[in-house]
């Protein structure tokens, strides 16, 4: 198959000394930082033009502990087109309904697709609360640029999906544990199968009221170290939240699976180093082998690692109430070695995944090599001090007992 592309610029018409200086540049960046998708931003989104129409047939609500996540959807659905030529054009609420795309909309060829996933909390006094929505906004913004898709307001952005929450707030379980998971997605929809920018694109969101992730509930999870796959490189998409980079995870998850593993640990290079933990970000808490102090570790933002909101409170709330208790909170490369020789130490104290769906995952061990490492919990523990401390803080201001910035409390 020939792939077309735009034309360029022919680089032999390029000046020698820029095409050296190319080439002699010292270093480079570990991912493309794309400004937007589209230059011709005639207009962005404006929520004063939003229109409304409700659904004549409105569903039963599902009994809170009967929820699966994911499996069912409220009565309605925010929409917002665009095209290169008329930019953002009024957002729609409607009932939840299906799609009508052309079998050549390039999201189905070559994956122009993002989302984000955010959720929606009632608190004790049965007000709708958003939680950090404009971190979730910012990183949708990078995602979409990033395979040239539109940019929009933020602030815009986030008054549409509070009307669409508190719309839908019915929907809100109010037991704790519980919330509406929100969908933002973004596909190129125009028809056609040349390899270019989409001149047409659509944003909506969908709403899905959910329990704890996990059936089991906070409980520690066995991970299966996997070495012979990669989540993301450098240079990549895997600090985006894009569709393209779930599919390909999930023949391993079910290889980990069939050993009896809930899940696995994406390792990469030769040294093998940790990177995430099935769709969360990992965290360690270990003690320092020559100074005996406690750290808590995960990756750094090097390209290759999803920037997490969950991951961003959890750094937040480390350096806000661990640091002043004497810990170290790093951000930096370490391997499965690593680990490894800390378990068999004694040193490593306990391991949890970080991520919106779960909130906190605690570890229980880890699969390397044959070998089963273990990750400092008890045998009739479920969750390490750590993990507990932290599902504890991050949900107090999810569900506003606790009053802070990172909730966002939706007008009525």
């Known amino acids: 198959m020939l792939r077309q592309f735009r034309p360029q610029r022919s680089l032999a018409k ?80 409607t009932p939840y309904q299906n799609l009508s795309l052309d079998p050549a909309s390039c999201v189905f060829h070559y994956a122009f697709e993002c989302f984000e996933g955010m959720k929606a909390y009632k608190d004790s006094n049965g007000k709708v609360r958003l939680f950090r929505p404009t971190k979730n906004m910012e990183r949708m913004n990078k995602s979409s640029a990033r395979i040239a898709l539109p940019t929009f307001d933020q602030a815009a952005m986030i008054k549409l999906i509070s009307q669409f929450s508190q719309m839908e707030e019915r929907f809100i379980p109010s037991t704790k544990g519980y919330s509406l998971y929100l969908r933002p997605t973004m596909i190129g929809t125009q028809k056609t199968l040349g390899v270019g920018p989409p001149g047409s694109a659509l944003l909506y969101v969908i709403a899905s009221p959910v329990g704890p992730y996990y059936p089991t509930g906070f409980k520690a999870i066995s991970l299966e170290a996997t ?15 894009l569709g393209a980079n779930y599919a390909p995870c999930i023949v391993p998850q079910l290889e980990a699976a069939k050993r009896g593993f809930h899940q696995n640990l994406w390792l990469f290079g030769e040294e093998e180093f940790v990177t995430e933990v099935g769709t969360m970000n990992m965290f360690a808490a270990i003690k320092n082998k020559e100074t005996g102090q406690k750290e808590l570790i995960t990756a ?39 680990l490894s020789e800390a378990a068999q130490e004694g040193r490593l104290l306990e391991a949890f995944g970080a991520g919106t769906a779960a909130i906190v995952s605690p570890i229980r061990n880890i699969c390397w090599k044959g ?22 803080w991050i949900e107090a201001r999810q569900y506003g007992d606790e ?3 990172w909730s966002y409390t939706v007008p009525e």
């Open 403 to 405: 009053e802070h910035e």
């Open 227 to 241: 070495n012979y796959a990669v989540r993301a490189w450098p240079g990549g998409v895997g600090d985006k939240k």
């Open 14 to 93: 390029q000046p020698i000394s820029r095409l050296l200086a190319a080439w002699q540049e010292p270093s480079r960046s570990y991912s493309i930082h794309a400004n937007a998708a589209s230059t011709a931003k005639i207009q962005d989104i404006d929520p004063s033009k939003l229109t409304i129409t409700k659904t004549k047939a409105p569903k039963e609500l599902i009994p809170a502990s009967e929820l699966v996540f994911g499996r069912s959807f409220t009565d309605h659905m925010l929409s917002i087109e665009w095209t290169a030529s008329e930019g953002w054009l009024a957002p729609r609420i």
């Open 371 to 392: 070998d089963m490492v273990d990750c400092g919990l008890r045998p009739e523990e479920e969750a390490g001090e750590l993990a507990s401390k932290m599902k504890n």
């Open 300 to 338: 750094p933002l090097d390209g290759t690692i999803l920037e997490g909101v969950t991951r961003d409170c959890v750094l937040s709330l480390a350096r806000e109430k661990l640091v002043p208790e004497g810990w170290k909170v790093l951000e930096r490369k370490y391997t499965m070695k690593e």
